[in-house]
T-cell receptor
Framework: TQLLEQSPQFLSIQEGENLTVYCNSS?????LQWYRQEPGEGPVLLVT?????EVKKLKRLTFQFGDARKDSSLHITAAQPGDTGLYLC?????????????FGIGTKLQVIP | SAVISQKPSRDICQRGTSLTIQCQVD?????MFWYRQQPGQSLTLIAT?????????ESGFVIDKFPISRPNLTFSTLTVSNMSPEDSSIYLC????????????FGPGTRLTVL
């Protein structure tokens, strides 16, 4: 059983469309990170959210941390081919420490020109 | 953010052999981490490499199979020993982000295929 469930696992959309991917858990997290990983590369940090209900924006990407700190969403507006990649969420747990970070399986996004 | 390089970027190995993966960081860091990323599975922490002490292994991973070295504050190696096809995976090293956060910076990974 995955501690962090990501959905959908695969998503193929046309350039210009909007999309939302989800990261859900029954556990409470101290923080939640979103990473993007391109083929042949390691994950690259996009954002960290730490406060329940927090919303962060990064250009066309909007990240939200659930009020109960158990879930998060990533919304992309007007997707572009450069957004193609594997989106990973990761949750930190108390009492903290990198060894306590759990990763989801990821959402593989393909944006077709 | 830290800049991390790994060598080799990919390799194809025969069953029963061993491969050592190198990880170099552009700044001194206390802890380095080794992960495995298998197809369809989440990143799994193998061990934490601490300079000057033995690596700390996660449940399901043992030193005999994945020996780790950490000779200084900018370098670490992970060896995958006596390989089998089940060891085919991407191996990633990482370092922690700013203190008090759970963020990490990852290397580009080593894609290992065992025949």
């Amino acid at each position: 059983t995955q501690l962090l469930e990501q959905s959908p696992q695969f998503l193929s959309i046309q350039e210009g469309e909007n999309l939302t991917v989800y990261c859900n858990s029954s556990s409470v997290f101290s923080s939640l990170q979103w990473y993007r990983q391109e083929p042949g590369e390691g994950p690259v940090l996009l954002v960290t959210v730490v406060t329940g209900g927090e919303v962060k924006k990064l250009k066309r990407l909007t990240f939200q941390f659930g009020d109960a700190r158990k879930d998060s969403s990533l919304h992309i507006t007007a997707a572009q081919p450069g957004d193609t990649g594997l989106y990973l969420c990761a949750g930190g747990r108390w009492p903290g420490g990198y060894q306590k970070v759990t990763f989801g399986i990821g959402t593989k996004l393909q944006v077709i020109p | 953010s830290a800049v991390i390089s790994q060598k080799p970027s990919r390799d194809i190995c025969q069953r029963g052999t061993s491969l050592t993966i190198q990880c170099q960081v552009d700044s001194q860091v206390t802890m380095m981490f080794w992960y495995r990323q298998q197809p369809g599975q989440s990143l799994t922490l193998i061990a934490t490499a601490n300079q000057g002490s033995e690596a700390t292994y996660e449940s399901g991973f043992v030193i005999d199979k994945f020996p780790i070295s950490r000779p200084n504050l900018t370098f670490s190696t992970l060896t995958v020993s006596n390989m089998s096809p089940e060891d085919s995976s991407i191996y990633l090293c990482s370092v922690g982000g700013p203190l008090g956060t759970d963020t990490q910076y990852f290397g580009p990974g080593t894609r290992l295929t065992v025949l």
